[in-house]
């Protein structure tokens, strides 16, 4: 089974900056895409951004301009640069992978991470 392993969680101030990393424990050389989603206190679990193998990326419209989404298949991770981050932005961050192989569909989550903003 592929695990997730995630870091870069912290407190910064609205304004400041944070990078997520997400390693894989294993090489997928099959289609697939991996993810961040977040969900905050008393809210639904939202996707935040997407990046396929083949590289295309997908954001939500609140983070657009602000967050970027990159992988790095040699090391087996992807990583989110947040910056200007706001209030709003608080929550815990989930690391998700996706796989498409022979016709059948594989889902792993990390176990989250903490991004905590101040005003």
């Known amino acids: 089974q592929v695990r997730l392993v995630e870091s870069g969680g912290g407190l910064v101030q609205a304004g400041g900056s944070l990078r997520l990393s997400c390693a894989a424990s294993e090489a997928i050389f099959s289609f697939n895409t991996m993810g961040w989603y977040r969900q905050a206190p008393g809210k639904q679990r939202e996707v935040v951004a997407t990046?396929?193998?083949?590289?295309?990326?997908n954001y939500v419209d609140s983070v657009k301009g602000r967050f970027t989404i990159s992988r790095d298949n040699a090391k087996n991770t992807v990583y989110l640069q947040m910056n200007s981050l706001k209030p709003e932005d608080t929550a815990v961050y989930y690391c998700?992978?996706?796989?498409?192989?022979?016709?059948?569909?594989?889902?792993?989550w990390g176990q989250g991470t903490q991004v905590t903003v101040s005003s």
């Open positions: 990046i396929t193998s083949g590289g295309s990326t």
């Open positions: 998700n992978l996706w796989v498409l192989q022979v016709g059948r569909e594989y889902e792993y």
